[in-house]
Nanobody, 126 residues
Framework: QVQLVESGGGLVQAGGSLRLSCAAS????????MGWFRQAPGKEREFVAT????????YYTDSVKGRFTISRDNAKNTVYLQMNSLRPEDTAVYYCAATGPSYSTVLVTTTPYKYWGQGTQVTVSS
């Protein structure tokens, strides 16, 4: 079992930055792909970024490429999402997700992710 807790969300002006953290507990943290997803009001949950267990591979949705960076520190059981040059359209609840030990590739759909955090609100004002 893996428990995920996100933090770091908040209110920021357009062009600003935030760093989200996802603290994980459970034996399987280091053996799986991690991802960040987001859900805006009235919209479906969408993929943002993903990173393999080793950190050697990452992948981003087109709208955040060059602005967001996903990273992980397995020694601290934590995954990060550094968000720069934020835009009002980035406003959403951001969720951290983990696959557990079954996967070792980047993954962009919600189905492979077994474990989810409770989400953290990010609001970008114009």
């Amino acid at each position: 079992q893996v428990q995920l807790v996100e933090s770091g969300g908040g209110l920021v002006q357009a062009g600003g930055s935030l760093r989200l953290s996802c603290a994980a507990s459970g034996r399987t943290f280091t053996s799986g792909t991690m991802g960040w997803f987001r859900q805006a009001p009235g919209k479906e949950r969408e993929f943002v970024a993903t990173i393999t267990w080793s950190g050697s591979s990452t992948y981003y949705t087109d709208s955040v490429k060059g602005r967001f960076t996903i990273s992980r520190d397995n020694a601290k059981n934590t995954v990060y999402l550094q968000m720069n040059s934020l835009r009002p359209e980035d406003t959403a609840v951001y969720y951290c997700a983990a696959t557990g030990p079954s996967y070792s590739t980047v993954l962009v759909t919600t189905t492979p992710y077994k474990y989810w955090g409770q989400g953290t609100q990010v609001t970008v004002s114009s």
